[in-house]
């Protein structure tokens, strides 16, 4: 069975950081291409970030509150695990944040977590 678990939310002033953790367990990690997407209150599930299963490619959101330059994304795969330091956090960061898991480079993702809330005050 395969499970993914984020870790790491919790509450910080803007301007503040927080790393995500996800832990994976049940997949063939070093083959399996990892990102990070996040859901706002009252709106919908938005890409935030990913990586290729090697690390050697990585893709950033590029939307009006973009997080390119204060997220980074980043994967052990010694330690079946992804990781998503945030950096100059903004209250418009608040969301349910969680990881995904696809083998293919592009396309639907195969494997979700149930998330970790992040909530920025201003």
């Known amino acids: 069975q395969v499970q993914l678990v984020e870790s790491g939310g919790g509450l910080v002033q803007t301007g503040g950081s927080l790393r995500l953790s996800c832990a994976t367990d049940?997949?063939?990690?070093?083959?399996?291409?990892m990102g990070w997407f996040r859901q706002a209150p009252g709106k919908e599930r938005e890409f935030v970030a990913a990586?290729?299963?090697?690390?050697?490619?990585?893709?950033?959101?590029d939307y009006a509150n973009s997080v390119k330059g204060r997220f980074t994304i980043s994967r052990d795969n010694a330690k079946n695990a992804v990781y998503l330091q945030m950096n100059s956090l903004k209250p418009e960061d608040t969301a349910v944040y969680y990881c995904?898991?696809?083998?293919?480079?592009?396309?639907?993702?195969?494997?979700w977590g149930k998330g970790t809330l992040v909530t920025v005050s201003a």
């Open positions: 990586i290729t299963w090697g690390g050697g490619s990585i893709y950033y959101a």
């Open positions: 049940g997949l063939a990690f070093n083959t399996y291409n």
């Open positions: 995904a898991a696809r083998l293919s480079r592009y396309g639907s993702w195969d494997y």
